[in-house]
């Protein structure tokens, strides 16, 4: 409110008489607002404190891991040597399985079955394609997952214990969808992102990328080995080895793949294969086949640690926007293709060894760096859709990391939630997560 003339002369008297009173009424708001200001650069100075003692602790997370022996403590060096091996896995299957050439191209209701099989309730989201569940064959194998890894653990010889339930189990190597796996094995060589729509629908980074169904696969690979081993066990080698061959022939399908779980999956494939492709060379006193198919079997059981010390190397070199180390790695190309993919993806999560990035979120730097790849290999048929992805899940874990954590782990229900603004947390259990 303006004063008016005289005021100070009307108010003088009063002042004078009663000098605290005044005081009183102007120094209370003071007062109040000091305290809350006072509060307030308390609460800053924890919450900054609690926010930089955590993120210093996920940066110094890997290496208590490591001296607790909990991380693989290979040298780069052996480990690079090791996957470089592995990368000519691929060239020894298509060797051991010249016999089953010509290999014809696919048709895509055996392709739709190998993503859906037999459960309905399977890969419904929209990137997946769908098969006519009218030409669905209707007899999936009654075995369970367990009976049958028993049963083959029999036959092989691999325990001392006799066989059971053999004949009900190996009703189930004549299902119609032994047909469909057979159909896949002898295949030609297909699309490395094979059973999902073109562009990836409602796909956005990597973490919204379902993963094909494997159980039921892996299934149908046991029941074709079964097949071979009841064979071999009749004296028929031919047989034992075809079916050993068809595994191995189906394992292309996964390791060219630029997806891991796809690769560690056809790995699995190639040496079950390769396994019952030599017993029966054995059996036939072919030499040449039984040392290609133990060289095989060699390098798909290559130490799979391996691959975490190059992960672990990565990460540690991306917690600078400016490591170079995971780009070098993708460089190599006698590294398989989803071992250099999932390298690079340690430059996503080499920010969670960066405490300012945990802090204020990835650098953008990251996603400039990954989106200038993406746009290099576009046209790469295996690293084009996956490269894409890589500079969106950077900056998802940058904007929202909330998003990305599940509710059993999110809200954490703890100081977290309350020392530490919403980004900051997320992103802190993220990267604890991820290790």
């Known amino acids: ?21 005044p005081i009183d009424t102007t120094a209370r ?32 997370e890997r290496e208590q891991l490591q001296q607790r022996g909990a991380v693989a ?79 083959l653990h029999a036959v092989r010889g691999d325990s001392a214990s006799e066989p ?37 629908p409602g796909v956005q980074s990597t973490f919204d990328l379902p993963v094909r169904r494997y159980s039921g696969a892996r299934q149908l690979m046991q029941l074709n080995e079964l097949a071979g081993r009841l064979a071999l066990q009749r004296g028929d080698a031919a047989t034992a080895s075809l079916r050993g061959l068809e595994n191995v022939a189906a394992s292309r399908h996964y390791l060219d793949s630029p997806i891991l779980v796809d690769f560690l999956v056809g790995r699995s494939f190639a040496l079950a294969g390769a396994r019952l492709v030599a ?15 133990d060289e095989l079997e060699r390098l798909a059981t290559s130490n799979a640690s391996s691959l975490l010390a190059l992960q672990r190397a990565a990460q540690r070199d991306a917690a600078s926007p400016t490591g170079t180390l995971a780009m070098e ?17 340690a430059n996503v999560l080499g920010g969670c060894g960066h405490t300012r990035e945990v802090l204020f979120g990835f650098s953008p730097e990251r996603e400039s760096r990954l989106a200038e790849l993406a746009a290099k290999h ?44 919403e980004s900051v947390a997320a992103r802190t259990v993220l990267c604890q997560q991820s290790m």
Do not use: C, N
């Not at 017993?279 to 198919?293: C, E, I, K, N, S």
């Open 29 to 60: 708001p003071t007062v109040i607002l000091a305290t809350l200001a006072a509060i307030a650069i308390v609460l800053a100075v924890f919450a900054t404190a609690a926010t930089v003692i955590v993120a210093s602790d996920v940066t110094r």
């Open 1 to 21: 409110m303006a004063r008016r003339p005289g005021d100070d002369v009307l108010h003088a008297p009063a002042a004078l008489a009663s000098p605290v009173k």
């Open 279 to 293: 017993d029966a060379a054995r059996a036939a006193g072919d030499t040449r086949t039984t040392a290609r198919a």
């Open 164 to 200: 059971t339930d053999l004949a009900r189990i190996a009703a189930d190597t004549m299902s119609d969808w032994m047909g469909v796996w057979r159909r896949f094995a002898r295949s030609a060589p297909l699309p490395p992102l094979w059973g999902y729509r073109d562009g990836l």
């Open 378 to 421: 576009r046209d790469h048929p295996a690293f084009g859709p996956m490269l894409e992805l890589l500079p969106r899940a950077a900056r998802t874990v940058r904007e929202s990391p909330t998003s990305l954590l599940s509710p059993d782990v999110w809200p954490t229900a703890g100081v977290l939630d309350v020392l530490l603004p």
């Open 73 to 151: 403590t290979i040298p780069l060096a052996e480990a690079r040597a090791t996957l470089a091996a592995s990368g000519s896995l691929r060239g020894l299957v298509d060797s051991l399985v010249a016999p089953l050439a010509p290999f014809s191209d696919a048709d895509s209701l055996t392709v739709a079955l190998m993503v859906h099989q037999w459960d309905t309730a399977a890969a419904r989201h929209a990137t997946f394609v769908r098969p006519d569940a009218s030409r669905r064959p209707s007899d999936p194998p009654r075995a369970s997952a367990s009976e049958l890894a028993t049963l």
């Open 329 to 345: 790695l993708f460089d190599d190309e006698k590294l398989p293709f989803a071992v250099r993919v999932e390298i690079l993806y």
